[in-house]
Nanobody
Framework: VQLVESGGGLVQPGGSLRLSCEVS????????MGWYRQAPGKQRELVAA???????KYVDSVKGRFTISRDNANSTVYLQMNSLKPEDTAVYYC????????????????WGQGTQVTVSS
């Protein structure tokens, strides 16, 4: 499975970014997909996930600011990030996840290179 994340960058606090992740080598529509992030010195954490039918779930720290969506026809998952804060600074990755009954990390056995998001004035 190949995962290619893009869309990161440097943004001021309060700004927005839209991340994309193209997935190949698997039946994308069969899986719950998630966005993860890893800040320096911290463990990777799952922040949002979306089922094949489009039902999203979020951790509390991003709820109301981030929106996850997916395009099954193009095997792509997105993360719209608004009202960004310095604590959102991290490398962001996508991978499979679990969302029922609660958010739980998973993976396809491989990870992409991630995309760096830096929130700073």
């Amino acid at each position: 499975v190949q995962l290619v994340e893009s869309g990161g960058g440097l943004v001021q606090p309060g700004g927005s970014l839209r991340l994309s992740c193209e997935v190949s080598g698997t039946m994308f529509s069969n899986y719950v997909m998630g966005w993860y992030r890893q800040a320096p010195g911290k463990q990777r954490e799952l922040v949002a996930a979306i089922g094949s039918g489009g039902v999203p779930k979020y951790v509390d720290s991003v709820k109301g600011r981030f929106t996850i969506s997916r395009d099954n026809a193009n095997s792509t998952v997105y993360l719209q990030m608004n009202s960004l804060k310095p604590e959102d600074t991290a490398v962001y990755y996508c991978n499979r996840a679990y969302s029922i009954p609660t958010l739980k990390p998973g993976d396809f056995g491989s990870w992409g290179q991630g995309t760096q998001v830096t929130v700073s004035s």
